[in-house]
């Protein structure tokens, strides 16, 4: 098994552990951490996969739109 094939299917895993571990953990809601440790991993499978043939461009998109998703989804978990 090659590494990329290793590391997509440990996101894959760790995105499914932590949603269904986010709506599982609290009867009401989800666990805001779980939620944050699902944005991130859905952002590293989305950079590992598509990033390769990108442009500056569209990789100055994906790190401004990553930045402000994973700050307001701090915010949400910590701060809110």
Do not use: C, H, N
Not at 15 to 34: E, K, N, Q
Not at 51 to 75: E, N, P, S
């Amino acid at each position: 098994m090659k590494a990329s094939k290793f590391r997509m299917m440990y996101r894959i895993i760790l995105i499914m552990f932590a949603l269904v571990y986010g709506v599982a953990a609290y009867p009401d809601g989800w666990s805001r951490f779980a939620l944050l440790i699902a944005v991130i991993a859905i952002f590293m499978t989305i950079e590992d996969v598509l990033m390769k043939k990108a442009g500056k461009t569209q990789r100055i998109i994906f790190v401004i739109l990553f930045a402000l998703t994973f700050f307001m989804t701090f915010y949400f978990v910590f701060l809110a």
